[in-house]
Antibody
Framework: QVQLQQWGAGLLKPSETLSLTCAVY????????WSWIRQPPGKGLEWIGE???????NYNPSLKSRVTISVDTSKNQFSLKLSSVTAADTAVYYC??????????????????WGKGTTVTVSS | SSELTQDPAVSVALGQTVRITCQGD??????ASWYQQKPGQAPVLVIY???NRPSGIPDRFSGSSSGNTASLTITGAQAEDEADYYC????????????FGGGTKLTVL
């Protein structure tokens, strides 16, 4: 059974860089999209970006200028860096595995495995 | 457009049927996936594809789609179904982004 274990600093000061890592255990790294999602207190889910095993990335346009997602296939890990954080970046950050499939008429995309989440607080 | 729109809150009487909807242009090309999130927990996938349930998800959860609207139906809602529900797909214009709906808070009365 695939599990995602995530870690990183939980308390940052404004202007610092958020850094989180997610390790994939018990399954293949290739053939999937590996995403970061965040959830500010009391609010909904926001997709940050994704990477595949070959290192191809997609980012949320609203965060693209500050986000870098990288992969280390030798360790089955992927990482998130978010620069110049402010209080608005305070959130629970999740990593997740995404899959794309297709039928003759439709595509479908889903995230079937999630990490437990890391609470990140930005405060001076 | 890459937005998915959900009603903020829905309520259902215990044992009754409830439908949670999600609207967006991307749903004309993508089936929505649906996630259940309880307080303090990570989201859990409950429906994906045309109407597929991951292992362990009760069969009272089902999904459907028509045009730009996807629906999650809970037939015979239980107290433990009270949670936030989010829909999700990829953006159909270029397929480079992932989008979530704003979430629906389900209250079981």
């Amino acid at each position: 059974q695939v599990q995602l274990q995530q870690w990183g600093a939980g308390l940052l000061k404004p202007s610092e860089t958020l850094s989180l890592t997610c390790a994939v255990y018990g399954g293949s790294f290739s053939g999937y999209y590996w995403s970061w999602i965040r959830q500010p207190p009391g609010k909904g889910l926001e997709w940050i970006g994704e990477i595949n095993h070959s290192g191809s990335t997609n980012y949320n346009p609203s965060l693209k200028s500050r986000v870098t997602i990288s992969v280390d296939t030798s360790k089955n890990q992927f990482s998130l860096k978010l620069s110049s954080v402010t209080a608005a970046d305070t959130a629970v950050y999740y990593c997740a595995r995404g899959r794309v499939a297709a039928t003759p008429d439709y595509y479908y995309y889903y995230m079937d495995v999630w990490g437990k989440g890391t609470t990140v607080t930005v405060s001076s | 457009s890459s937005e998915l729109t959900q009603d903020p809150a829905v309520s259902v009487a215990l044992g009754q049927t409830v439908r949670i909807t999600c609207q967006g242009d991307s749903l004309r090309s993508y089936y929505a996936s649906w996630y259940q999130q309880k307080p303090g927990q990570a989201p859990v996938l409950v429906i994906y594809g045309k109407n597929n349930r991951p292992s362990g998800i009760p069969d009272r959860f089902s999904g459907s789609s028509s045009g730009n609207t996807a629906s999650l139906t809970i037939t015979g809602a239980q107290a433990e179904d009270e949670a936030d529900y989010y829909c999700n797909s990829r953006d159909s214009s270029g397929n480079r982004y992932v989008v979530f709906g704003g979430g629906t808070k389900l209250t079981v009365l």
